[in-house]
């Protein structure tokens, strides 16, 4: 059987569009994983990445307490895990993913201050996950400090 060029060429474009995006579920953290280690880019609107890279609900970045950028899911699906944590790595500051909204637009990062990444996940029903910080169904995952 031959197979064309023209067909090998679009089956890849098909391929491509079905793949991994942002807007996916990603997989679900276990119910052990309290926390996840967070990394940083140093570009002027850095990315924000974590591992294991499962899905959040909330990524906020701040700096002395003061919000400087906070996405999150609808907080109408955060009684349901499944549905509520679908922010997933890479997020680019300033770049909201088609699964989340932002409580305002992001401030300007600036050289040299020290800011804070936190995130928070939606535990499922019965977890027994050890988190950093529980508020009723809310997992603290990380808070991590990176200089820009």
Same mark, same amino acid.
């Given at each position: 059987m031959r197979i064309s060029i023209l067909g090998l060429g679009l089956f890849a474009i098909v391929? !491509?569009?079905c793949g991994d995006s942002p807007t996916e579920s990603a997989a679900p953290c276990t119910d052990d994983i309290g926390s996840v280690a967070v990394s940083v880019g140093a570009d002027a609107q850095p990315g924000v990445s974590w591992d294991p890279s499962c899905g959040v609900a909330m990524l906020l970045i701040e700096e002395g307490g003061s919000d400087q950028w906070l996405i999150t899911t609808d907080d109408s699906t955060w009684d349901d895990a499944a549905r509520a944590n679908r922010i997933v790595p890479p997020v680019t500051y300033g770049a909201v993913p088609a699964s989340a909204t932002q409580s305002?637009?992001? *401030?300007?990062? !600036? &050289?040299? !201050?020290?800011?804070? !990444? #936190?995130?928070? &996940? #939606?535990?499922?029903?019965?977890?027994?996950?050890? @988190?950093?910080?529980?508020?009723?169904?809310? @997992?603290?995952?990380?808070?991590? *400090?990176?200089?820009?």
């Amino acid at each position: 059987m031959r197979i064309s060029i023209l067909g090998l060429g679009l089956f890849a474009i098909v391929m !491509v569009a079905c793949g991994d995006s942002p807007t996916e579920s990603a997989a679900p953290c276990t119910d052990d994983i309290g926390s996840v280690a967070v990394s940083v880019g140093a570009d002027a609107q850095p990315g924000v990445s974590w591992d294991p890279s499962c899905g959040v609900a909330m990524l906020l970045i701040e700096e002395g307490g003061s919000d400087q950028w906070l996405i999150t899911t609808d907080d109408s699906t955060w009684d349901d895990a499944a549905r509520a944590n679908r922010i997933v790595p890479p997020v680019t500051y300033g770049a909201v993913p088609a699964s989340a909204t932002q409580s305002g637009p992001a *401030e300007t990062l !600036v &050289r040299g !201050v020290v800011y804070e !990444v #936190i995130l928070w &996940r #939606i535990l499922p029903t019965g977890s027994t996950a050890a @988190c950093q910080q529980q508020h009723e169904n809310m @997992c603290l995952l990380a808070v991590h *400090e990176f200089t820009h």
